[in-house]
């Protein structure tokens, strides 16, 4: 069963960029979907985007689209979350996750069988 470990994240202030990765042990990475998750105080997890684990796939939350964007290297184990042009919004504990059902709901937490501990980001003037 593959293990994740989230890093990068940060203190910021609005507009700055972070780049989080996610990096995969102990299972074969690349048969896995990788979805970004993140969840604010006081709010229930939410989607932010996923790189399908074939074809190169992406699909980003309609909040980040045009700011973030998701990249997986297969050799290093690692999926990766460029994030831009931030905002206070943005503020959260990002989680990367893995799932391995073929299916195109990856939107949904409940596709998802192991989860990282999550990194905080923090975006403040």
């Known amino acids: 069963q593959v293990q994740l470990v989230e890093s990068g994240g940060g203190l910021v202030q609005p507009g700055d960029s972070l780049r989080l990765s996610c990096v995969g042990s102990?299972?074969?990475?690349?048969?896995?979907?990788i979805g970004w998750f993140r969840q604010a105080p006081g709010k229930e997890r939410e989607f932010v985007a996923v790189?399908?684990?074939?074809?190169?796939?992406?699909n980003y939350a309609d909040s980040v689209k045009g700011r973030f964007t998701v990249s997986r290297d297969n050799a290093k184990n690692t999926v990766y979350l460029q994030m831009n042009s931030l905002k206070a919004d943005d503020t959260a504990v990002y989680y990367c996750?893995?799932?391995?059902?073929?299916?195109?709901?990856?939107?949904?937490?409940?596709?998802?069988?192991?989860w990282g501990q999550g990194t905080q980001v923090t975006v403040t003037s």
């Open positions: 790189f399908r684990r074939t074809g190169g796939f992406t």
């Open positions: 102990g299972g074969t990475f690349s048969s896995y979907h």
């Open positions: 996750a893995a799932g391995s059902q073929i299916t195109s709901a990856l939107t949904r937490r409940d596709m998802y069988h192991t």
